[in-house]
């Protein structure tokens, strides 16, 4: 599977996102509430000081711009020359750079939904795959549980030594860790969720949504297609550029003979180190897009070679329950075939979790820095 290219920008260019912080509900815990996705992603809106802090910088922004602007009468246009020049055209870039600020406090208040809504899936989805781990789980220990008292039974006839039956016990507590380590991983996904969306910690929910396969219908030209929309229209791209117009006013109303200790030459440089940064940024996004597009169709192949590998086991479960019905065959076989089938059902299901995570990860690149971790194979 290949590795989404980290999404690395300075500090210039992206004022970083920080890991939401949520206040908490006080409400009381209803173990049977259903939840959809959208039910959780709109309590996560509500639930989000990052997203009420960035909604107050917006207006924030906007009281400073209008202050800074109210005192300028006029604009400056070109170079200067001298002290009083210098004095107009910093008043000049102040009012621009506020109104700059102001356009960046709105676009990050979109990154800012947009992290959470890729948090929100990803937790949301942890949950079922946590649950379908634990179900795995609990088949293995029924299964490992009948394999222990067969093997008890033919070593009390002599037909197993103490050694083989020691190993058959050890499966069996080896499977006993596995279901309390998946008990312990489904209470931890359900500890990040309800962080996320602002409920108790002992909250749980009937989750509903859960991920179904839809052919990911997007062509290589499709693709490229994507990719110049989804960068025209980026939060960051945008953001990058509004920095480089900062950039470029240091050229622009460039002044000489004054008390800046910065010459033209290294303004120039300035301007196009910032432009580069700008490139970057839309290379970066280009590439995830790419990275994120074969990692889902690889995943489809996946996914259809395993429904496959599905149907075998369903055929092999339902010979081994024919020949236990009838009599010529043993209840160890069943149980067997039915872990079998468990556990190609919850490779199919973390497919198609990985699938549901990466088709918003396509959709927003610039949260996907980690979505390579959900974009290799089921084991």
Do not use: C
Request: charged share 30%; proline share 2%.
């Amino acid at each position: 599977m290949k590795k989404l290219p980290a999404f690395v920008l300075s500090t210039a260019l992206l004022f970083p996102l920080s890991l939401p912080v949520y206040a908490a509900e006080t409400t009381s815990v209803v173990q049977s509430q259903s939840l959809t996705y959208e039910q959780a992603l709109e309590r996560a809106f509500n639930a989000s000081i990052p997203l009420k802090n960035a909604a107050d910088e917006i207006d924030r922004s906007f009281e400073i711009r209008q202050t800074i602007g109210s005192g300028i009468q006029s604009y400056p246009i070109g170079v200067g020359n001298g002290e009083k020049e210098a004095a107009e055209r910093a008043k000049a870039k102040a009012l621009i750079q506020a109104d700059t600020a102001w356009g960046i406090s709105k676009r990050k208040y979109d990154l800012e939904k947009d992290n959470i809504i890729y948090s929100v899936k990803t937790a949301y989805n942890n949950v079922l795959k946590a649950q379908k781990q634990k179900e795995l789980a609990e088949a293995n220990v029924k299964n490992q549980e009948v394999q222990k008292d067969v093997a008890f039974y033919k070593a009390s006839e002599g037909a197993l030594s103490q050694y083989e039956l020691s190993q058959e016990e050890g499966k069996y507590e080896s499977a006993l860790k596995q279901k309390a380590a998946a008990d312990k991983a489904l209470d931890d996904a359900w500890t990040k969720l309800n962080a996320l969306i602002g409920a108790p910690q002992e909250a749980r929910f009937a989750l509903v949504d859960e991920p179904q396969f839809k052919p990911f219908e997007r062509s290589e030209t499709d693709l490229e297609n994507d990719i110049t929309y989804v960068v025209s229209n980026s939060d960051l791209v945008d953001m990058a550029e509004k920095q480089l117009k900062i950039q470029r006013l240091n050229v622009e109303l460039y002044t000489y003979n004054a008390s800046s200790s910065t010459s033209y030459k290294a303004e120039e440089i300035g301007v196009r180190q910032v432009a580069n940064k700008v490139d970057d940024t839309k290379k970066n996004l280009a590439d995830g897009m790419r990275a994120i597009y074969y990692s889902i169709k690889q995943l489809e192949d996946q996914y259809k070679a395993l429904t496959i590998e599905l149907k075998k086991a369903e055929e092999t479960l339902k010979m081994a329950q024919v020949r236990y019905d009838t009599g010529v065959g043993i209840k160890a076989d069943v149980t067997a075939a039915e872990l079998a089938v468990a556990d190609k059902k919850k490779k199919i299901f973390d497919t198609l979790i990985q699938l549901d995570n990466l088709k918003l990860a396509y959709e927003k690149p610039w949260v996907a820095a980690g979505a390579s971790a959900g974009g290799g194979s089921a084991q």
